[in-house]
């Protein structure tokens, strides 16, 4: 059984007078332990798929099946929890609060797992060491530099052992060196079960995962497989 699966989605927005359709009859699947990109130009739509995907949004119509689920029609505390226990995110901007140290950053999404504060700071600092900051635990993002936040940012995703990682154009923001550092760090994690779906424009960046699928004007289609 795939972990993601996408039937017809489509998503559309109303602007005044006029319809902007963004994704159309979108279908397609990931199974567990799959590392693929999702590759598409700016406005291709991806981004919007990734909300979906990510549970950040839903679709107009059409089905999205997550480990089984139909979660398509849940309100957002249902989708609220499901995100907390199955998914990670990474983001292009770190999206890491300037006022806690890189510990307490990676702690934030365990709060809301109801975990005692001894297993939070335990489970984050384990995922710090994982992704090679175990010494940095108490700085703040504004003393680390671009790639090591990111890191901190994989550490955060990865602190509660979510299934399924989301790379939204995770080397983005970062120079070539702390680029081909994150991708290894990834590709490790996938390397050791997790599944990753990665956004990015990057079609370089996108052959170092297993598979490709190609996004253009809201329709989908597959890449060939590397």
């Known amino acids: 059984m795939s972990l993601i699966r996408t039937e017809n989605i489509c998503k559309s927005y109303v602007m005044g007078q006029y319809e902007l359709k963004v994704l159309k009859n979108v279908t397609f699947e990931i199974k567990s332990g799959e590392f693929v990109s999702i590759v598409g130009p700016s406005g291709s739509g991806k981004s919007t798929l990734m909300n979906i995907i990510g549970c950040l ?99 955060r995703a990865i602190a509660g052992d979510p299934p399924i990682i989301l790379a939204d154009e995770p080397t983005g923001n970062l120079d070539s060196k702390s680029g081909i550092e994150i991708m290894e760090i990834l590709t490790d994690l996938n390397g050791k079960g997790a599944t990753l779906v990665m956004i990015t424009h990057d079609d370089k960046l996108a052959r170092e995962s297993g598979r490709m699928v190609m996004i253009k004007d809201g329709i989908i289609g597959e890449g060939v497989s590397i």
């Open 57 to 155: 949004d839903v679709p107009s119509s059409g089905r999205y099946l997550l480990d089984g689920i139909d979660v398509s029609g849940m309100n957002a505390s249902e989708q609220a929890d499901i995100r907390n226990s199955k998914i990670g995110f990474v983001f292009q901007s770190f999206n890491l609060l300037p006022k806690l140290t890189a510990l307490e950053n990676v702690m934030l999404p365990l709060i809301y797992r109801r975990v005692s504060e001894k297993e939070q700071r335990e489970r984050a600092l384990l995922a710090l060491e994982k992704v090679g900051l175990g010494d940095r635990s108490l700085h703040r993002p504004n003393e680390l530099s671009g790639g090591q936040q990111q890191r901190v940012a994989i550490a």
